[in-house]
C-alpha cells in the first residue's frame, strides 16, 4: 500500500526537458516483472547507467539524495507515450512522491495518483519560476491543493476527488474496495 500523503515539505529536483516519455522513465525490457519492489533501480535507467551497467558519476540522479528531494520537476509534456503503471512505481520506488509540470500525460497521471505518486499540473507561470529555481524547498498541501513555494508563486491545483482520497488514505482503488467489503456485500444483499 502507499504511504499516506496529506502534505510534504522537500526539495525540488529538476529535469528540464520537454516530453519525457514512459520508456526514458522506465525503458519496456524491465517491464517483466509484477512487483514494485527495486524499480526505483529502474528510473531513468538508460539515461543513468553506462552499457555496462555502471553508474553515470557525472548524472545528478545518481547522487540525488531522496530524504530530502521528493517533487520531481520535469519539463512539459512528462509521461507520455504508452501507458505503464510500471513508470510511476519506478518513480515513487526512487523516492519521489510528487511530479510537478505544466502538462502530465493523463494516463500516467491517472496511473500515478493510483500508485502513491502525486501528479500536480502547475500553471505556466509557477512552472517556469520552478524549472528556473532548481533545488528549492516547497510544501505541497494536498489537504489544501495548494503548492507554496517560498518566494515563488504559489498556486492551487486540483485532483480528482476519489484519487486525492486514496492518496491521503494511503491506499489504492483496490484497498479501497476491500476495506469497504462489508458495506459492498450488504449493499448487494439489500438490492438483490
Request: charged share 25%; glycine share 6%.
Amino acid at each position: 500500500m502507499p504511504e499516506r500523503f496529506t502534505a510534504l515539505t522537500s526539495r525540488t529536483f529538476v529535469i528540464d526537458q520537454e516530453d519525457i516519455d514512459t520508456d526514458q522513465i522506465i525503458p519496456a525490457r524491465f517491464l517483466t516483472t509484477t512487483s514494485r519492489d527495486g524499480l526505483g533501480d529502474k528510473a531513468f535507467h538508460d539515461w543513468r547507467y553506462d552499457s555496462e551497467g555502471k553508474p553515470l558519476e557525472t548524472v545528478a540522479l545518481n547522487a540525488l539524495d531522496t530524504e530530502t528531494h521528493r517533487i520531481l520537476v520535469a519539463g512539459r509534456n512528462f509521461g507520455c507515450g504508452s501507458s505503464r503503471e510500471h513508470a510511476p512505481w519506478a518513480l515513487h520506488d526512487f523516492g519521489f512522491r510528487a511530479v510537478i509540470s505544466s502538462e502530465i500525460a493523463d494516463i500516467f497521471r491517472s496511473n500515478a495518483a493510483k500508485n502513491g505518486l502525486l501528479p500536480i499540473l502547475a500553471p505556466k507561470e509557477a512552472h517556469d519560476w520552478l524549472l528556473a529555481h532548481p533545488d528549492v524547498e516547497i510544501t505541497v498541501d494536498l489537504a489544501a491543493q495548494r503548492v507554496e513555494m517560498g518566494n515563488g508563486p504559489g498556486f492551487d491545483f486540483t485532483i480528482e476527488p476519489f484519487a486525492r482520497h486514496c492518496l491521503m488514505e494511503g491506499t489504492d482503488p483496490l484497498g479501497f474496495l476491500t476495506a469497504n467489503e462489508d458495506a459492498i456485500t450488504a449493499y448487494e444483499t439489500q438490492t438483490a
